[in-house]
């Protein structure tokens, strides 16, 4: 089975960085795409940035800049390293890994918090 795990949520002052990492199990497949969506409470959740096999990133608007996709794909490991943190990225943050290329479905990590304190 397949499951994907984020790493590295926490509380960092406006400002800071932090990096996120998720690793996927459970498949001998190389994902192709592996992204990160936020998800505010009560709220839909919403794309971040996404990497594929080749290191073509893809970037929310609100990101580009300050925010990079970091892949090993090896590993079927994705980073999202994010600069310049700001109050208004707090969030809860996912981890995706689409195995649609492989007749799967797409899969997603538990979640870790982010929290940008002022």
């Known amino acids: 089975q397949v499951q994907l795990v984020e790493s590295g949520g926490g509380l960092v002052q406006a400002g800071g960085t932090m990096r996120l990492s998720c690793t996927a199990s459970?498949?001998?497949?190389?994902?192709?795409?592996m992204g990160w969506y936020r998800q505010p409470p009560g709220k839909e959740r919403k794309f971040v940035a996404s990497?594929?096999?080749?290191?073509?990133?893809r970037y929310a608007d609100s990101v580009k800049g300050q925010f990079t996709a970091i892949r090993h794909t090896a590993r079927n490991t994705v980073s999202l390293q994010m600069n310049g943190l700001k109050p208004e990225d707090t969030d809860v943050y996912y981890c995706?890994?689409?195995?649609?290329?492989?007749?799967?479905?797409?899969?997603w990590g538990p979640g870790t918090q982010v929290t940008v304190s002022s």
């Open positions: 459970g498949t001998t497949y190389p994902i192709n795409v």
């Open positions: 995706n890994g689409d195995l649609r290329d492989y007749g799967d479905r797409e899969y």
């Open positions: 990497i594929n096999r080749l290191g073509i990133t």
